[in-house]
């Protein structure tokens, strides 16, 4: 073996790098080609019948007398619609495709259903092997369709859930720089709290949401990408702003909180923004959802909610530069980045509300906070030498979290 | 005739009576006098000649005919239900030296997908590839022989409704797959009964397929009739206990889709049995129309006159009924679940049938005009 490694020369260099990269693929590419050319698991899939896994995410009502019900085969095989059945009566449809659909397929049924406003629908796929797939409608309503008086009036609900309570909690911004430096780590500490709230809410809707999804589309996997890659994404992206900032390589070096300081607050405040802008994505969805599916009570709670949350999100934006002067514009930025996406979010979600999506974003907010955590406990830490946990900070902290838990009954109220 | 459409003019009128204070008293005093349209129509809610509020249905006022399956049931090569409606099967006849008429039939289990709606298949246990198995008829006092093999996947038997000795009722013994077991019994009494597999789990056995109508003459017959077998069953294509598919004689809506065509007139005669599993009762309702029910068919001089019959699972009964007027008559279950969930058919009289067209007459003279 030592002789083969001297006789390669320098490592890791020539064509010959290549061929050991490529190696274990086409051995890879060899075993795959093998199992479906040889088919050892034929026996085993003979002796059981076929897994079909029909999902309906979403059933809209685009005028009186109509339904339109969305499918997607999230099994493994294909699985083929025979008949549908209404609220325990067979109906006709038409399907916009084949009936039969590919593994990830999707398709859309419309039935001249007489459905009844305000009351619940069941809608019942049954395959040609028999079985079925429900999907509850809980409160049937005419569905928004994208026009003029829509578009406002979703664009208003995102405003005021999301834009205007930002924009209201930047206002405490004179009232940070007037207070002292001890107050102003109480106040991050706060943020803090209100965010680690934010994380397990944010979670807990990602999860629920989850349920929803087409097996096929791994809601798992979702998960895992966006919530760590809105980790890694926002990290690697505060590197790269502090990088431009002026500070340094932004290392775990304790004693540069003062060089480059104030476009260092600045950096985290609009990192802080863009996630908390990435979790409104997630909450405009919610919103736009709760509206499009008639539960129009659960959306007026959503938007009275949230916009109290997000008020505190203002501060969470401005606290890390409470001793800076950041020019006015910054705040201006930093509110439109952090609750404009409310707005899209809930054209998105009043419109065409897709589960799958939704899990992916709300995963992606709640990845975006974590590292806003991160972002800020590193200010507390490098510009406070007593510690991030000094007893008042602690008591910020558990201050955000009871602020954050009483506004999250009105969520729910 | 198409029902009389109100313009949207006349709904806000009719809203507009409202508000304006026709209260709830005055409209129940009205009604009960048989004046509350000439009230309504005199307050202008409601147009006073028939017609007049003619605006043309909706692009979505087909409703009645939106309910119901999409396509048609595709060829079975052994079932069919237009033929199985009219098919009775009186078996190889012999006579045996002391006189007596000999009835043999061989029966074979066997495990087949079956389409229950078009599109919709089921793996069903089956005798003879059917679901419901044959119609098996004979007379009163006739020597039955039902040689059956058991090609299925299951152990299964053939219990027979009716009086007979017990080692002959097909509770035992229980067929093996590969075995074969001759049931040999007298026929009676008359009526309609029914056979069915009887190997435990039950419920199972049942739903999946096994059972069938038994049918026997009185010694002196019945008036001669448009006669049919109608099989109540319904079928648990999901496993979950609870049926997805509800139909006579399998094949959802399939007499919605196909009338059964009978004259103006003439008597009609129903074998109608359930076998209908999960759910404990089924019935049958007939619409523009009544019928006399012969229960069981063992008392000809008994009836009752009704348009709606519940019936328990296993119960069987004889329906007779003349349509008096032309066109479509709708038959269905009375539980409004079971009928949209696909029980559900239309009997098409009319005036003058053309002979070999619709139900066939059987005419039953006694016992010399049978095989």
Known sequence: ??????????????????????????????????????????????????V??????????????????????????????????????????????????????????????????????????????????????????LSPRPNALYLTTFGLLGLYAGVLPVLIGLLWYPFLRRIDRKWIHFYLSLTVGLLAFLVVDALEDTLETSALVAEGFQAAGLIAV?????????????????????????????????????????????????????????EGLAIGAAFSLGEIALGSFLVIGFALHNTTEGLAIVAPVADRRPALRHFAFMGGIAGLPTVLGAWAGGFSYSPTLATFFLALGAG?????????????????????????????????????????????? | MKPERLSRRDWLKLGAAGVAGVSGATVLDLASRGGARDALAASGALPREPGTAGAPAGPHGGHQEAMGIVGMPGPDGVFDPAAFLTDFD?????????????????????????????????????????VPGPTLRCTEGDILQVAFVNAGSHPHTIHFHGTHPPEMDGFE??????????????????????????????????????YGTFIVDPPEGREPAREMVMVMNA??????GDNEVYAVNTSAFYYQHHPVRVGVGDLCRIYLVNTTEFDLINSF????????????????????????????????????????????????????????????????????????????VRGHGGRRNHA
Request: charged fraction near 20%; proline fraction near 6%; hydrophobic fraction near 45%.
């Open chain 2, 285 to 360: 309702h007939l619409h523009a129309g009544m019928f006399k029910v012969f229960r069981t068919g063992t008392r000809p001089d008994q009836y009752e006159l009704t348009d709606t019959i519940m019936m328990c699972q296993g119960e069987r009964h004889v329906l007779e009924f003349r349509l008096e007027n032309p066109g479509m008559h709708m038959f269905h279950a009375h539980q409004s679940e079971f009928a949209e969930l696909g029980w559900m058919g239309f009997f098409e009289a009319v005036e003058r049938l053309a002979a070999g067209d619709g139900v066939p």
């Open chain 1, 52 to 141: 079909e896994d029909l999902t309906i995410e979403r059933v809209s009502f685009p005028e009186s007398g109509v339904m339109r019900v969305h499918v997607v085969n999230g099994g493994p095989e294909a699985a083929t619609i025979a008949q549908v059945i209404v609220d325990d009566a067979y109906w006709q449809f038409e399907i916009d495709r084949d009936p039969t659909l590919p593994r990830l397929a999707s398709a859309t049924l419309e039935l001249d259903y007489p459905w009844v406003e305000g009351e619940l629908h069941v809608i019942r796929l049954v395959t040609s092997t028999g079985l079925t797939f429900d999907h509850e409608v809980a409160v049937a309503t």
């Open chain 1, 226 to 282: 966006g919530f760590i890659g809105a980790i890694v994404g926002l990290r690697a992206l505060g590197n790269l702003g502090r990088g431009m900032g002026g500070a340094g390589s932004g290392g775990e070096g304790s004693g540069s909180a003062g060089g480059g300081g104030a476009s260092r607050g600045l950096t985290v405040a609009y990192l802080i923004a863009i996630s908390i802008g990435l979790h409104n994505l997630g």
């Open chain 2, 90 to 130: 009186y078996g190889d006849v012999t006579t045996r030296a002391d006189g007596r008429v000999v009835r043999r039939w061989e029966f074979v289990a066997l495990d087949r997908d079956i389409e229950i709606a078009p599109g919709v298949f089921f793996p069903a246990w089956t005798y003879n590839g059917q």
């Open chain 2, 173 to 210: 013994p229980i067929v093996e797959p590969g075995q074969r077991f001759t049931y040999e019994f007298e026929a009676k009494p008359f009526g309609l009964h029914l056979y069915h597999c009887h190997t435990m789990p039950l419920k199972r056995h049942i739903h999946k397929g096994l």
């Open chain 1, 368 to 413: 975006a906070i974590v590292q806003v955590i991160v972002e800020v406990t590193r200010l507390i830490r490098k510009s406070w030498p007593q510690g991030v946990f000094t007893p008042l900070n602690a008591t910020g902290l558990l201050l955000g979290l009871l602020v954050m838990y009483g506004t999250a009954l009105m969520v729910t109220a």
């Open chain 1, 1 to 50: 073996m030592p002789d083969s490694r001297s006789d390669a020369g320098p490592r890791g260099q020539g064509p010959g790098r290549w061929v050991l990269g490529l190696l274990p693929l086409a051995l890879l590419a060899g075993l795959v080609a093998f199992f479906f050319g040889a088919d050892p698991t034929a026996p085993f899939r003979d002796a059981f019948p076929p």
């Open chain 2, 235 to 240: 079928f648990d294509s999901n496993l979950d």
